[in-house]
Structures are given as C-alpha cells and as structure tokens.
C-alpha cells in the first residue's frame, strides 16, 4: 500500500499493516499510483556488516526496548531489542536509493514497526529540505503554531488552553508533524503525520507556519521573542535526536532549522498552566491586542 505523507510517498507491506498505525495512515493513503520515495520491503534476517559503525544508541519506551542506530556500506541501520527477550527488528535503508527492508514480524511489539518507519521515512526527507519536529500544532486563523518542549513540560495542556479558551484553535498533530522548508524558508509549512503521540490527531493537510514556540513552565506568565542563535537550540533539541551523532545527519537538519528559521520567529514561554498563558502566546503571535 502507498501513502502520501508531506509529499514523500512510502510504499509499505501489507502484510505488516494492522491495528492503531494502520488506521493512523488510512487518511494518508496515495489516491494514484506513483513512484515512491521509499519502499519497504520484508526479508528474514538483516545483520551490520563488517565496517558497521554505531552512531547512537538509546531505549524505546512505547516497547520497552534497547536501539542502536548506525551506519555500514549497506546503508544505515536501526536495531530494536526488547528488553524482556525475544528477536530484535532492524531496519536498513540502502544509501541513494528508495530501498528499505526490515525483519519485522506482526509477532513483534507493533510500536517497533511504527517507529522503524518513522526512522526511515526521516533518513529520506531530510534530503527533501524536510525533517519531523517533535512539537504540538495549534492551528488558528488559517496558519500553524509549533508548540516545543520536553516530555512533561506542558504542550499538550497548553494546545488544550487554546482551543478551549480561543475561538476557532485546532490541533494539526500533537507528536511528530512534518516541517519542509522552502524557498530558502521564505515558505516554511509544516504537514500533519500518522504520528501523534497520545492524542490521536491525523490529519493530512498542511499549513504556513507562523511561529515556533518553545515553553518552560515557571510560577508566572511571561514572553519574548528570541535571538536567532537561541531560535536554532531551542529548535535542535526537538529534531530527531540520534540524528545529532552523524555528521552528514547533523548537516541536514541544521541547514533545515536555519531555512525555518530565517523567515520563521522563534518565541520562549515562560507559563503557568492557565487560560492567560495561552491569551498572551496567541496575541504576542498573532499581533492581537483584543486577546486579553
């Protein structure tokens, strides 16, 4: 089956599609055949070869298993163990090309696969000037509002604030939108996903992005804007994060958050959990002294 997500298409196996992530990409579904950007196909067993080099290694909450991402001749590689036994699932994207394979069976833990794809579907559009960011998407009067910030610290609470106390505010996704910079980021848009987190959000559409906006909870309701330098680490650290460990990798993403960002503003939050936090990030954003 092909889907069309931010204008990349993937083409997945059927066979491995079920339950929450195959209901999750039904709105994405390409309406006519195509060429796809990436295509996943299944094999046995997929192993590092010789001159495989480890880039990051991490743990997968969502199903409790150990990652190691890297690199070999063969393409990069990521390598998913659960931690309470069992085979690990690997996926491999061969470097230039839109092939991918994975050993992933329906017998393994069906958030392994989600995520695999979500890895490989990044490891194509980041040369495509597009990159997931981990971030809330507030929609309002037409233009999107990304909405940073580390697990805990409130996006989700402050999107709720907005829709519930600002007429005409939506969510676009609450997890892993698609960003894409163009016209050296003079158009930044960003794409809904099938990839948002708690709340389940998938809506394929996009939008021009009016701002990012970075929070931090604090005992009191305050704004500004920030310099660019602090614009790109407040952006960095919501971008794929075992990305950071590879240089060409690394290159990408910033040369994505610098276009963002040079047409974009960038704002820090300093809020409470209330309805005024969210009045005053809507009317510092959007220039609207009748938000009060």
């Known amino acids: 089956m092909d889907y069309l997500i931010a204008n990349i298409r993937l083409s997945l196996p059927d066979e491995l599609l079920a339950g929450h992530f195959a209901r999750a990409l039904a709105p994405f ?3 006519a055949p195509g060429e796809a ?3 996943l196909q299944r094999c046995e067993r997929i192993a590092p070869a010789a001159d495989y080099r480890e880039i990051d290694r991490f743990d997968f909450a969502d199903a409790d298993a150990d990652c190691l991402f890297g ?4 393409g990069y590689l990521l390598e998913m163990t659960p931690r309470g036994g069992g085979p690990s699932a690997s996926f491999r994207l061969r470097p230039g090309t839109a092939e991918a394979t994975t050993d992933y069976t329906t017998e393994h833990h069906p958030a392994l696969f989600r995520f695999g794809v ?6 194509v559009a980041i040369d495509r000037s597009e990159l997931a960011i981990h971030s809330s998407v507030l929609l309002y009067r037409g233009e999107a509002v990304l909405v940073l910030g580390e697990s805990g610290t409130g ?4 999107t709720r604030l907005w ?3 600002l007429p005409g505010a939506e969510l676009l996704n609450d997890d892993s939108p698609i960003v894409r910079a163009e016209g ?3 158009e930044a848009t960003v794409y809904g996903s099938p990839w948002s987190g708690k709340l389940p959000c998938y809506r394929n559409e996009h939008y021009p992005i009016r701002a990012f906006l970075r929070l931090s909870q604090a005992p009191h309701n305050k704004i500004r804007r920030l310099r660019p330098i602090e614009a790109i680490g407040a952006l960095l650290p919501s971008c794929p994060p075992a990305f950071a460990h590879d240089k060409a990798l690394l290159d990408g993403t910033c040369a994505i958050v610098s276009a963002l960002l040079a047409h974009t503003p960038c704002y820090h939050l300093e809020c409470l959990p209330d309805a005024e936090a969210a009045r005053l990030s809507c009317r510092t954003i ?3 002294e009748n938000l009060l």
């Not at 979500?118 to 490891?123: A, V």
């Not at 996006?155 to 402050?158: L, M, N, V």
């Open 286 to 288: 959007f220039a609207d």
């Open 184 to 186: 050296g980021g003079s």
């Open 29 to 31: 579904a390409a309406p």
């Open 37 to 39: 950007d990436l295509h």
């Open 71 to 74: 690199r070999d001749a063969a």
């Open 163 to 165: 829709r519930e106390h």
């Open 155 to 158: 996006k989700s609470t402050h």
């Open 118 to 123: 979500w890895t490989l579907y990044n490891l």
